[in-house]
């Protein structure tokens, strides 16, 4: 892919960093299906101003949304808080930070492969459910929050049946990331 991160001055107030297109170059020479493929890796290539933290949002956030992408506005905090390795409420409260050229470079990876389509979990590989930071890859299902009510629901089953002196038994069939078994698991100790 396009790889190579180049300054251009786009006014005194901030510049531009893109990604350079020297990859690309080499795909429209490999004839008709080398133009296109060079065209879609050309189209996700991202522009992100360097300047304010906040400017640097909105921008990210109107790319990802003339990019179609659901939830623009998540998804910039997710990736942005990541590549500056903070947590999310650090974007809120430092609107005047300024990223350093290595976040930078870091967050348009990001937000690269986040205009290719790629979900923001498989971009950081994790994914918070029930309070927990799970590892996810595209071999498995992202947990959904709507999931935590599963949990919520056997934990209740759980406690009705201890209350009756019953056995409690689970079983997680096609556990993929391991976030049901593994928190109730958690959960079920706990109490």
Request: aromatic share 6%; hydrophobic share 45%; net charge neutral.
């Amino acid at each position: 892919y396009c790889s190579t991160p180049v300054l251009h001055a786009a006014s005194p107030k901030w510049e531009i960093f893109v990604i350079a297109a020297n990859k690309c170059l080499e795909y429209f020479s490999k004839g008709r299906e080398g133009r296109r493929n060079a065209a879609m890796r050309c189209l996700s290539l991202s522009v992100i101003p360097m300047g304010r933290l906040d400017e640097l949002r909105e921008a990210a956030r109107r790319q990802l949304e003339a990019g179609g992408i659901a939830a623009a506005r998540e998804s910039v905090d997710i990736l942005l808080a990541a590549a500056l390795g903070r947590d999310r409420a650090f974007l809120h409260a430092h609107p005047e930070y300024q990223l350093t050229a290595g976040e930078l470079a870091r967050f348009t990876e990001y937000m690269d492969r986040r205009l290719r389509g790629e979900p923001a979990q498989y971009i950081l590989g994790r994914q918070e459910f029930y309070g927990r930071d799970f590892e996810v890859t595209p071999a498995v299902l992202i947990p959904r929050p709507e999931t935590e009510l599963l949990v919520e629901a056997a934990l209740e089953k759980a406690a009705a049946m201890k209350l009756a002196s019953a056995p409690v038994r689970l079983v997680d069939v096609g556990t993929g990331s391991g976030c049901i078994a593994i928190t109730l698991a958690l959960e079920l100790a706990a109490r």
